[in-house]
């Protein structure tokens, strides 16, 4: 479970954790500050959850606005899924878009730790051609992934090695 907590910008009144939309909109509907006065505006704070869920948080600028969605996403999408829609707000300029199929962004992601990772497999699935296995001794992998590096970048998302293309 997630766990989020609503900073009041209001410096004179306290914040609150809560799990999920119906506990913020209960608690926020009782924030008062000092005077009395309901408090409207709050931070959204990601506390404590899976490290790919904080990622997403980060990566979708988590706030008042959004964190329902978000909440929601969390549940609904898989980590792969995750990736996708962080990797394409982070780095290839989309919006954040709950209802998206992260399928269909344009974002291809590998499970390389490195460009030359990528070099070697590629070459292994053929997407070269068929390469003479005495050949295949003679290829300049670094060359490769200085080629793809026009294409593709390398990311870590929670601890894990990513490479991805923007289509």
């Known amino acids: 479970?997630?766990?989020l907590y609503a900073q009041p910008y209001d410096i004179t009144a306290t914040g609150f954790y809560f799990e999920t939309a119906e506990e913020f909109a209960a608690r926020a509907a009782k924030a008062?500050?000092?005077f009395g006065q309901p408090v409207e505006e709050f931070e959204i704070q990601?506390?404590?959850g899976e490290a790919i869920d904080a990622a997403l948080a980060e990566a979708i600028g988590l706030s008042q606005a959004n964190f329902s969605a978000y909440l929601d996403c969390r549940g609904r999408w898989e980590d792969w899924e995750k990736n996708r829609i962080i990797i394409a707000v982070e780095e290839c300029g989309h919006d954040f878009d709950p209802d998206c199929d992260p399928d269909l962004l344009g974002v291809e992601i590998y499970?390389?730790?490195s460009l030359r990772d990528?070099?070697?497999q590629f070459v292994d699935d053929g997407v070269f051609g068929d390469i003479p296995e005495p050949l295949q001794h003679y290829i300049d992998f670094d060359a490769?992934?200085?080629d793809l590096a026009m294409d593709y970048a390398e990311a870590?998302?929670?601890g894990e090695r990513l490479v991805y293309r923007c289509a």
Do not use: H, P
């Open 144 to 146: 490769i992934a200085r």
């Open 46 to 48: 990601f506390i404590d």
């Open 118 to 120: 990528l070099a070697e």
């Open 1 to 3: 479970m997630t766990t």
């Open 32 to 34: 008062v500050n000092d």
């Open 156 to 158: 870590t998302i929670a």
């Open 111 to 113: 499970s390389c730790e």
